[in-house]
């Protein structure tokens, strides 16, 4: 059964696995804490991408650039200047939302907004009486643009205040760091550097969970290359992105390209992988060809030489750039999505279970003892395992209750150590998703496993 986003979230703050942010206090909006389960799925989703693009990419590297940067990459990004959104005010309940999200979700989805003028979406809200989503009134006021970035200051006295921003993308830590990582690693074009940080955004949302938040995580990857190889760069890392995605056991009947309609003033092309969330098809990851424009404001800004000089040639040029960039909380929300189900068991009882990949799923196995008198080497065993890779010990409950609790967070098998285990050394191991229960030898299972989960 499809998941929904009511089920999707009640099941993850029940297990463990996301929860309200600050809720002790009333929460903040949009606004979220991955718990215990929650944290091992994000940072084995980061691994698996990390591992595919820059650990088994023969010729990719990995930064980990500030969050706070010298204002004046803003300026050259052009975040300063136009990174805005287009937001109207409702003059009868004062909520504010995107023009753009309004038109999108009065149209589901037939009209793009992304390639109106500002002046065309208050006609088309106008014309089609479009409402406010909290009180059903059709009244705005004219579209403003706020900047989504976060100010804040640097310096221990008003006078010596300097406005800085948090980081609204972490690509731009990569491109002023293109010169050190090509010198310092001696790569030779075509190259890639590689990133997994933090970003922060101050942008109404539509509250759809973890789908867009005002911190996030992103994993993004550029490809810099020469003029000219672009156009197979760019289908290189559309099909990638795509491979990436049903690797980890996507549905491609739930994915699906959508080239942009209106491209960026610097870019060549650019497209979206959507997915088919709860709240219908939307953007997963984007590949963008991003030409040589960013190197080339970053050389313009600050003074710096950005060419690329060919040690066979001696040619000199800049870059161009392919982006694969890809949410790691969205892809968290499409992972949950596409692995949760509703399976009718031959006695009648609904188990909820979440098919993981094995490779992402926060516990690779949960030890079980049959009974508590038998704890002493189940324990034993789960120390041993967990030098390996997360795993879980459970002894509370009824052994049926306690396979539902691994299957509603996506333990992919489950172990249980029962009094044949003292006679000779065996245990069975459950499989999550097919229930099917084999004996094996103790010694024999941290192999077993390992071979299960390798990505």
Known sequence: MKATMDKLVNLCKGRGIIYPGS???????????????????????????WKRFVQESENSYGVDAAILMNSRVWEASGHTTSFSDPKMDCKFCKTRHRAD????????????????????????????????????????????????????????????????YLRPETAQGEFVNFLNVQRTTRAKVPFGIGQIGKAFRNEITPGNFIFRTIEFEQMEHQWFCKKG????????????????????????????????????????????????????????????N??????????????????????VTGEKYVPYVIEYSI???????????????????DNGETRVVMHFNPAIAAYKAAVLPLQKNLSEGARALYKKLSKSFMCTYDEAGSIGKRYRRQDEIGTPFCVTVDFDTEKDNTVTVRDRDSMEQIRISADKLEEYIAEKIKF
């Open 290 to 311: 991003r030409t040589d424009y960013d190197l080339s404001r970053h050389a313009e800004f600050s003074g710096k030489n950005m060419e690329y000089t060919d040690p």
């Open 229 to 288: 190889t672009d156009g197979e760069w760019y289908d290189y890392f559309k099909k990638a992105a795509w491979d990436f995605l049903v690797d980890l056991g996507f549905d491609p009947e739930h994915l699906r390209y959508k080239d942009h309609d209106k491209l960026a003033h610097y870019a060549k092309a650019a497209c979206d992988i959507q997915y088919l969330f709860p709240i219908g098809w939307s953007e997963l990851n984007g590949i963008h």
């Open 23 to 49: 809720e002790i206090y009333g929460g903040m909006g949009n606004t979220w804490d991955y718990g215990p389960v929650g944290v091992e799925i994000k940072n084995n989703i980061k691994r698996a991408w």
């Open 101 to 164: 999200n309004l038109i999108e979700a009065h149209s589901k989805g037939k009209v793009n907004p992304d390639t109106m003028t500002n002046e065309e979406m208050e006609a088309y809200i106008r014309e089609h009486h479009v409402t406010c989503p909290k009180c059903g009134k059709s009244d705005f006021t004219p579209i403003r643009t706020f900047n989504l970035m976060f100010e804040t200051s640097r310096g221990v006295t008003e006078e010596g205040q300097n406005t800085i």
């Open 327 to 345: 949410g790691a909380d969205r892809l968290m929300l499409a992972a949950l999505t596409e692995a949760y189900d509703e399976e009718t068991l």
